[in-house]
């Protein structure tokens, strides 16, 4: 059997390392003749080629065997430019399988070159739903799990999701959570980071006298990225206020800025506001290990991101999620979790920040999040051999 993967984000990259880890161990004992041929496609998709190969350096990610260096771009840039280099790749190479992660514009590319191309579909982290058609990632689920052959789900829900469009069983394995396979493995490398020398090294110079960074007395961890919170000026002055005022209150904050919330901080003119904010500590966008370091510490995390999210639920980290839906429900207080959807409404905000300062740090571990998700992706697939 030959497979190839297709990664396009950072996303990706952390649900891509333990598959390729699990193909090498089921080949290191597999029988003569049974090995699966294994070899990596990276479209290139991604603002930061620098962090990009931290990533993939970190998480020992063997180097893509084919990068197609898309780059950045809009939505339909990316998926046209996409489709039309991994074709060549595809019939090329011809693999038995292709196999697609998570909900970025390479997933949805992706999927369409492989069914033009008669080859056979798997998707990992099938079945997750916002019911949100303006998400852009709604639409690459939805185009990804209705065109895949094999649907590996994280959960219970998004099995159900899937039942419920139509989708037959026998297609669908419950495999449990690829990503937080590699939150366990890599929990012990990240444990030995310190958070102090975290912030030293990745501070923010915004030209504005700071005092020094004490986060002893507990800090907040905030990310923003997605266009619904940081594109509209009326929305991201409701989170800069909420952030500057009621958290930095009561919290330190420290604040790894995506380049596209930077951006429109300095365009809607709310940079200087959060830069001067005395408790409130911006960095560059971090690795891996310094993100899950400065997460396995914090009191609360303030984000829209939803990889957060499940790390928070098996961190047991109280998660303020600043949007209206979630595609990964299982991780909210009503399932089990420790997340909070708030929007980015002024009340909502405060209401749930008040709701979870008063909550404990209670670790979580919904169904098959155990750290085997990609052996059994793998047992599943050399079945099919």
Request: with cysteine; charged share 25%; aromatic share 6%.
């Amino acid at each position: 059997m030959k497979i190839c993967s297709v990664v396009g984000a950072r996303p990706n990259f952390i649900k891509i390392a333990p598959f390729c880890r699990a193909l090498r161990k089921y080949n290191e004992t597999a029988p003569a003749g049974g090995a699966i041929g294994h070899w990596l496609v990276h479209t290139g998709q991604h603002y930061d080629d620098r962090m990009s190969q931290a990533f993939f350096h970190e998480l020992g990610i063997p180097q893509a065997d084919v990068n197609l260096g898309i780059g950045s771009g809009s939505h339909a840039e990316q998926v046209g430019k996409t489709m039309i280099a991994f074709e060549k790749v595809v019939r090329e190479t011809r693999p038995d399988w292709i196999v697609v992660v998570g909900d970025v514009n390479a997933t949805c590319a992706c999927s369409i070159v492989a069914k033009k191309e008669h080859v056979q579909l798997a998707h990992i982290e099938a079945g997750l739903r916002s019911f949100d058609l303006d998400m852009p990632e709604e639409i690459n689920r939805l185009v990804t799990d209705r065109l895949s052959d094999l649907l590996f789900v994280p959960d219970r829900i998004s099995e159900g999701n899937l039942l419920r469009e139509g989708v037959p069983a026998g297609k669908i394995r419950f495999v449990g959570n690829i990503m937080i396979d590699t939150l366990r493995e890599q929990m012990p490398a990240a444990g030995r980071r310190n958070v102090d020398e975290i912030v030293a090294a990745n501070r923010i110079d915004a030209g504005i006298a700071r005092g020094p960074w004490n986060g002893r007395e507990g800090f907040a961890l905030v990310t923003l990225h997605r266009p619904s919170n940081v594109d509209d000026a009326a929305g991201l002055r409701r989170i800069a206020d909420f952030i500057c005022g009621e958290l930095a209150s009561d919290l330190a904050v420290l604040w790894p800025i995506h380049p596209r919330a930077k951006l429109q901080l300095e365009t809607h003119g709310l940079w200087r506001q959060v830069a001067e904010c005395g408790r409130v500590f911006l960095l560059r966008p971090l690795g891996y290990h310094d993100l899950l370091k400065i997460n396995m510490e914090a009191r609360l995390v303030v984000t829209d991101s939803g990889g957060l999210q499940e790390e928070c639920c098996v961190l047991g980290t109280p998660c303020l999620t600043l949007r209206p839906n979630t595609e990964r429900p299982v991780t909210l207080l009503e399932h089990g979790g420790v997340s909070l959807l708030v929007g980015n409404d002024p009340v909502r905000m405060r209401e749930g920040y008040r709701r979870l300062s008063a909550m404990a740090r209670t670790p979580m571990q919904p169904e098959l999040w155990d750290g085997h998700a990609a052996e059994r992706i793998v047992r599943h697939m050399a079945a099919l051999a």
